[in-house]
């Protein structure tokens, strides 16, 4: 269940030289077949600065259809801000892309006046103020100038694989003791920063979305962390996931939470 206390400031854009929160996990203490059963792989993001709206990349000018204006957020009316744009040809070959075809694009509100992120309680998922969508069919770049305050693009240029462990929550039917829960956190897991699948990095525990069509839990597709590779911090150093809907893929959600 969705916390309703999970903020304590508001989000807010961060300084570009602003520290990453990025975990530099070690080889979990135990034996292979204790762990295997939960070891899921992730992919950390390699990023360059420069943009192209067609591929995959944080912020920058988003890939539109001909004619599209920028998004705009559904309450405030003014420009979103893409956080996240992914190409299914750009991900790692061992993994296809869950939605299938077509552009994944993931936009924000941050504007202040009014505070859509407050006002539209942007943290849950399915919020008015966020925007996910899959842009299929012919596709171009610049729907019209960037908003005020545009992030710097970084283009998603490959990527770094990585095994990754669960929070202890999630950590049940295993023959695991509590020693063995500790060594995996205290180890780095799971991993946090901005990744590709793996285990989400929960803040307040476990909180996948149910899809709005079937019930079922949603199951992590993207992590987007604070201050990682977009100069943003969500609450108090919070942390958000994208997600979809394993038996309807296309269904996508967002939420984040914070100390």
Known sequence: MFKLFRRLLPSAPVADEAPARVSRPTSPPLPDELIAPLRRTCWRPNVQSGDDPLRSKFSGTPAATPGESWPACANCGKPLQLFVQLDPADLPPELTAPWGSGLLQFFYCTSSD????????????????????????????????????????????????????????????????????????????????????????????????????????????FQIDSEDNLPYMFGDAGCGHITYCPTHPRRLAFAWACC
């Open 114 to 221: 009014p505070h859509c992120e407050v006002d539209c309680e942007a943290y849950f998922p399915f919020a008015k103020s966020v925007l996910l969508r899959i842009l299929e069919g012919p596709v171009t770049g610049a729907p019209g100038p960037p908003p005020p305050g545009d992030f710097p693009a970084k283009r998603i240029v490959g990527w770094n694989r990585q095994d990754d462990f669960p929070v202890a929550e999630e950590i049940s039917g295993h023959q695991l003791s509590a020693e063995d829960v500790d060594a995996l956190e205290e180890s780095g897991y799971p991993i946090v920063g901005d990744k590709l699948s793996g285990w989400p990095a929960w803040i307040q525990g476990v909180e996948y979305p149910e899809c709005p069509e079937c019930g079922g839990a949603m199951t992590l597709l």
